[in-house]
């Protein structure tokens, strides 16, 4: 959606906004992450002297591959966005610039915010115990037979001393 400064442009302007943001899929340090239904966008675009202050609120479904043990889950998506946007703005600290003509797109705005409250690992839930590292188990699902003792084979040579003495 785009909103234009310069129609905008009178003290005390309020604009309410609700759109939505058909994103079939996004992605996030090079891994697709599936949004099941389009981003609702609901919120204000208040201007008053050149400046317009963004308070939305962006939310939806998302279908994610956790980080530790591969399965594919869904959950909710919900984020709050409080930017500062001005023309000539870039040299300002926290204020977003307008693209050329005075234009706010403000599914850019939007977009920019998700990627940004993503996590960097995405985790099923938080005591997820992931895959077991010699047969591939995952150890949410059952216990695995395997040794949980990780020997290093670099010390396999220390270990037949000892059994000399």
């Known amino acids: 959606m785009l909103i ?14 609700e759109f ?10 090079n891994e697709e992450i599936r949004t099941l239904e389009p981003i609702k966008v609901s919120g ?10 963004v308070k939305l609120t962006a939310a939806t479904r998302l279908a994610e591959t956790c980080s530790r ?20 703005g870039e040299d300002e600290e ?3 610039p307008v693209q050329e003509g005075g234009f706010i797109d403000l599914r850019d705005v939007v977009l920019n915010s ?6 960097i690992k995405v985790l099923c839930k938080e005591d997820c115990k992931g895959l077991c590292q010699s047969c591939g188990t995952n150890l949410n699902i059952q216990e695995c037979d395997c040794a949980s003792v990780d ?6 040579a220390l270990k037949d001393i000892f059994k000399e003495v």
């Open 69 to 88: 043990c591969l399965e594919e889950f869904e959950r909710d998506l919900v984020v709050e966005i409080d930017e500062a946007i001005a023309e000539g």
């Open 94 to 96: 926290g204020i977003v």
């Open 4 to 17: 234009s400064l310069h129609d905008i442009n009178k003290n005390g302007t309020t604009r309410i906004v």
């Open 151 to 156: 020997e290093d084979p670099r010390l396999s």
């Open 20 to 29: 939505a943001v058909s994103a079939s899929q996004l992605v996030f340090n």
């Open 114 to 119: 998700i990627y940004i409250s993503m996590p």
């Open 44 to 53: 204000t675009v208040d201007v008053a002297e050149g400046v317009a202050a």
